[in-house]
């Protein structure tokens, strides 16, 4: 079948711009701009046209799965699948799920045959406390990067404007020392800033580094950007003015979105992304939801049953990436949930492209009262935000009746004042009983993950497998 949207060329006025999207090409054997010109075009179609395309490509990745990847050849045989019999996303909706521990288990078979020669070993973070190792080759490495480029233009930002990222996952912050990524980096203006160690005096560096240079945008994880935000604000130091401030890795929750413009951003933009899948959903300047990149992912949002959740309601959400041949990953379930929103038609911004209306964070970071209701760290966030000495939290729930709260309070604090202590006590026994037995530390840093994400909520009852 030939692809509805053949590639164009597309002026690129900045000549470092122009030199790596040739040297892209090379590598990938012209797979990035075919990519990068197309959605270009197909964010501005209409909903209908951005579905057709989407369908397109997946019912091509299912047949590849069904003739090429062992683990799917055997899956869809067990459940009666068959590639052919897909002919609407209500047929796709009824191939099985799988979860990370799955592809962690089999991802020999994963790994297809066909395109083993040249491929990049990968692996996530292991956020969720288990590392998963995946596969890339140059194309689709090419392809989602095609995508990390065009969600930083929902930004504001033309390609080869600075661009600086507060990270902090240690194997991204090494691998940006290959050659490879020193030219990534040259031709995009782009810098580093290592969101690992932030304390008085790299946060003072940081800000006078971001003074300097100027950047039309920062990307960071949340709690980062709301960290040097806090700083910033305390210090009582100039407003830094940045045009734009893309969050991901963490919910950003309205408070922390606030704190972000108070001191640092003129507009804040979250976005959502799996390392395994790469870019999946990215605001746009409307903020009213995030554009899933349906070009490249398809973005389910299902209930408890595994129907597609109501509008306005939370769901799993469930993972297949279009653009990676090499270990497809299909209906893939890491425990992320979202709020669907239905059919939008065209957004304001005038692309046609899905939407989801934000992420609510991973199934193990919702707590659990003794009655079985599930708490998602939103409520906390909320709870906190109204607590002048908290600048940052976790909540742990060890058992049903053990809760650890880690405390990070203003500089001069060194307990939480009674004050601002009872109530939230109060607040914990009215939620979970009289019968929680709540321990609060204080500390100078909260620890992260292996990653550098931050996980506000982390429930160890009834673990489940993701």
């Known amino acids: 079948m030939v692809d509805p949207y053949p590639s164009r060329d597309v002026p690129l006025v900045n000549p470092r711009v122009r030199a790596l999207f040739a040297l892209l090409d090379l590598r990938s ?33 299912l047949r590849h799965a069904e003739r090429s990847v062992p683990y799917y050849q055997k899956r869809f045989a067990e459940h009666g699948v ?33 395109r083993r020669s040249k491929v990049t070993r990968k692996a996530t973070g292991g956020s969720t406390g288990e590392r998963m190792v995946f596969y890339r080759d140059a194309e689709s490495m090419a392809r989602n990067f095609a995508h990390v480029l065009r969600n930083h233009t929902w930004t504001g930002l033309t390609l080869g404007e600075s661009h600086v990222l507060l990270w902090g996952a240690h194997f991204d912050l090494r691998a940006q020392q290959q050659v490879a990524n020193r030219v990534i980096n040259f031709c995009l203006r782009q810098r580093y800033l290592d969101a690992f160690h932030m304390n008085r005096q790299s946060m003072t560096q940081y800000y006078h580094r971001l003074r300097e240079r100027r950047p039309r945008l920062v990307s960071s994880y949340v709690t980062a950007a709301t960290t040097l935000s806090d700083y910033i604000t305390d210090a ?71 129907h597609a959740a109501a509008p306005g309601t939370e769901g799993e959400v469930l993972y297949t990436s279009l653009g990676n041949y090499v270990f497809p990953l299909i209906r893939y379930r890491v425990g992320d949930y979202a709020v669907a929103a239905g059919e939008t038609g065209q957004c304001r911004c005038g692309r046609g492209l899905p939407k989801i209306r934000g992420l609510r964070g991973r199934v193990s970071d919702m707590l659990t009262t003794p009655d079985g209701t599930k708490v998602h760290g939103e409520y906390f966030s909320h709870l906190f935000y109204n607590t002048p000495s908290v600048l940052e939290f976790r909540v742990v729930q060890e058992t049903a009746h053990d809760i650890v709260v880690w405390l990070r309070l203003r500089d001069t604090l060194t307990r939480l004042p009674p004050v601002e202590l009872d109530p939230l ?12 037995v709540l321990e609060v530390r204080v500390v100078d840093e909260i620890p992260k993950t292996a990653s550098g994400k ?13």
């Open 454 to 466: 931050h996980r506000f909520t982390e429930s160890r009852v009834g673990a489940t497998e993701q």
């Open 236 to 306: 009582g130091l100039d407003h830094l003015g940045i045009p734009a401030v893309a969050t991901t890795a963490e919910v950003l929750f309205p408070e922390r979105r606030d704190r972000i413009r108070a001191a640092l951003a003129q507009e804040v933009y979250d976005r959502v992304g799996c390392r395994e899948i790469g870019n999946t959903a990215h605001e746009c300047n409307a903020h009213d939801g995030l554009h899933v990149n349906a070009e490249h992912t398809v973005m389910e949002v299902v209930d408890e049953q595994g």
């Open 29 to 61: 054997g012209g797979a990035f701009s075919r990519e990068y010109d197309t959605i270009l075009r197909t964010q501005w179609d209409t909903p209908e046209r951005v579905r057709a395309l989407q369908f397109h490509r997946l019912t091509a990745l």
């Open 82 to 114: 068959r590639a052919a019999d897909v002919k609407d996303f209500a047929d796709f909706a009824r191939i099985p799920t799988v979860t990370r521990r799955d592809i962690v288990e089999n991802a020999d078979r994963v790994l297809s045959p066909v």
């Open 425 to 436: 006590r109060r607040a914990f026994t009215d939620l979970f009983g009289s019968n929680v």
